[in-house]
């Protein structure tokens, strides 16, 4: 049998009208979805697309999709300092497959369900496949993390490990003959990034900017000193790289995964001297490593880079979707 639209989204994605939401007056069903922001409250919206060979490779499995089409927009919810709540999803594929979709909404399901979110509409189209979603969240009001509020003096932090997810993307591009368990590890690190929600919220009276790692740390970094109109100082040897990453590429490589390759999805952040025991306070009990690695200075939009000390020249140049050449 061969399914039209509205039986696509009966059959895979009709799961969300059982679950309540009292913010949501109308999900899937009618032309918009109605919600309500509960008081004192402002809604955070964002919208990422994933598109064959350009975000993924063609080979990638639906399950992994289903993932990661939600990891990656709650990560810029996280940068904001959101508690996720919605979602809608526009799936454009080139033929009806039943078991493909089966596997997508499985997983699509199984991770908005874990962080309590509700999908509330959509669409489904024919042509080459891509996939759109708009996640939305709420912030208390004037608590919202910016890019624009970094100061000099501020000290700059990322959580979690740098680069694991560029490897792991080499990896499935060059399909080594074995792979081993460390190698598996950084290939999960490229498939299933894990989006720092709980950070982003612990953070908001404690940073005073913050930006997720997707294009790469000196590119999304740089964001920051755009908007805050300064610079920064980075101590390429306080970078956070996971022992697994150092023990399976040459040093030249990790360090370029680390600094000028994206889809960490780990937080980038700014925080006053005088909030280290706030921060420490506020994530320790997360158990996910965090480190500084530089401070924000007065050079306009601009890097210095120190290695032990030393002051060196070092490529700033991140993932640009609109380059031929992102390598």
Not at 35 to 57: G, Q, Y
């Amino acid at each position: 049998m061969i399914l039209d639209e509205f039986e696509i989204i009966k059959k895979y994605f009709s799961k969300t009208l059982k679950k309540f939401d009292e913010n949501v007056i109308q999900d899937i069903g009618d032309d918009c979805a109605l919600v309500k922001i509960p008081k004192n409250h402002v809604l955070a919206i964002s919208t990422d697309t994933l598109t064959e060979k350009i975000h993924f490779l063609k080979d990638m499995h639906p399950s992994d999709l289903g993932y990661k089409i939600v990891a990656v927009n709650l990560s810029d919810l996280a940068a904001m300092g959101a508690k996720p709540k919605w979602i809608t999803i526009s799936l454009t594929l080139p033929k009806i497959n039943a078991l493909w979709i089966k596997h997508f909404s499985e997983c699509l399901f199984k991770t908005l369900d874990s962080y309590n979110m509700k999908l509330i509409g959509g669409n489904t189209t024919r042509g080459p496949l891509s996939i759109t979603a708009s996640i939305y969240g709420i912030i208390p009001k004037n608590q919202a993390l910016l890019r624009n509020k970094a100061k000099i003096g501020d000290l700059i932090y990322v959580t979690g490990t740098l680069g694991d997810s560029a490897a792991g993307l080499f990896l499935l591009k060059n399909k080594p003959k074995t792979m081993t368990k460390s190698l598996n590890y950084l290939v999960k690190k490229h498939l299933r990034p894990i989006p720092r929600i709980m950070h982003g919220q612990l953070l908001r009276n404690i940073a005073s900017s913050a930006i997720d790692i997707s294009d790469g740390l000196f590119s999304d970094l740089q964001k920051i000193l755009n908007f805050s109109q300064c610079g920064a100082n980075i101590n390429l040897n306080k970078l956070p790289i996971s022992n697994v990453l150092k023990e399976n590429f040459s040093k030249k490589k990790w360090l370029k995964f680390a600094t000028n390759s994206g889809e960490d999805y780990e937080l980038c952040f700014t925080i006053p001297k005088k909030n280290i025991s706030n921060l420490k306070n506020a994530i320790n009990h997360l158990g996910i490593q965090y480190n500084c690695i530089g401070e924000i200075d007065h050079i306009k939009n601009g890097y210095n880079i120190f290695y032990r000390g030393k002051n060196i020249n070092f490529s700033c140049k991140g993932y640009n979707h609109f380059l031929k050449n992102n390598e």
